[in-house]
T-cell receptor
Framework: EADIYQTPRYLVIGTGKKITLECSQTMGHDKMYWYQQDPGMELHLIHYSYGVNSTEKGDLSSESTVSRIRTEHFPLTLESARPSHTSQYLC??????????????FGEGSWLTVV | GQQLNQSPQSMFIQEGEDVSMNCTSSSIFNTWLWYKQEPGEGPVLLIALYKAGELTSNGRLTAQFGITRKDSFLNISASIPSDVGIYFCAGQLYNQGGKLIFGQGTELSVKP
């Protein structure tokens, strides 16, 4: 069982608002990720981090930004939300003690709707 | 870019039947992971595979890492209604820093 938490789970906000999606994990994982997933579709990596003060863009371009000031915390921010940002955002972290160190565990997701 | 082809896209089966789904790619992977996702939830890890040829079971689920390292399958035996959900394969390319590529998902429906 993975201990990775996301808040809020569901959010409806107006266009132009700033929103931060929170993600925390209590497993001490160095690697953390943000994926974006539209309903019924595959997951796309938008940000990842290998540790504190490390952040990289993922494979799918995103207008969101991330920060990694503490190992356990990896928030994602949208400075000015638009309807095109409506999606599910999934936070994940990986276990460095596995054989390849890359077993990834997911949070429950944050469903964002921008109206 | 790299791509995983997951099939079938959807399955409608009777309770008690066995299920098989697979993922293939033209690229070589050094890790295969299988996840199940239920509506409104994040993916939950079912099985992780790290070696070519590896066969791993988790209850009624069995998954194998293909010998060529380009494919993997997941079998579910004696399906039950709670098996309903979307199953995703995910592969990690060698030296890609832990980033995963996901298949398109297989939506499983089980009729009681």
């Amino acid at each position: 069982e993975a201990d990775i938490y996301q808040t809020p789970r569901y959010l409806v906000i107006g266009t132009g608002k700033k929103i931060t999606l929170e993600c925390s994990q209590t497993m001490g994982h160095d690697k953390m990720y943000w994926y974006q997933q539209d309903p019924g579709m595959e997951l796309h990596l938008i940000h990842y981090s290998y540790g504190v003060n490390s952040t990289e863009k993922g494979d799918l371009s995103s207008e969101s930004t991330v920060s990694r000031i503490r190992t356990e915390h990896f928030p994602l921010t949208l400075e000015s939300a638009r309807p095109s940002h409506t999606s599910q955002y999934l936070c994940a972290s990986s276990d460095p003690t596995g054989p390849s160190g890359n077993t990834i565990y997911f949070g429950e997701g944050s469903w964002l709707t921008v109206v | 870019g790299q791509q995983l082809n997951q099939s079938p896209q959807s399955m409608f089966i009777q309770e008690g039947e066995d299920v098989s789904m697979n993922c293939t790619s033209s690229s070589i992977f050094n890790t295969w992971l299988w996840y199940k996702q239920e509506p409104g939830e994040g993916p939950v890890l079912l099985i992780a595979l790290y070696k070519a040829g590896e066969l791993t079971s988790n209850g009624r689920l069995t998954a194998q890492f293909g010998i060529t390292r380009k494919d993997s399958f997941l079998n579910i035996s004696a399906s039950i209604p709670s098996d309903v959900g979307i199953y995703f394969c995910a592969g990690q390319l060698y030296n890609q820093g832990g980033k995963l590529i996901f298949g398109q998902g297989t939506e499983l429906s089980v009729k009681p």
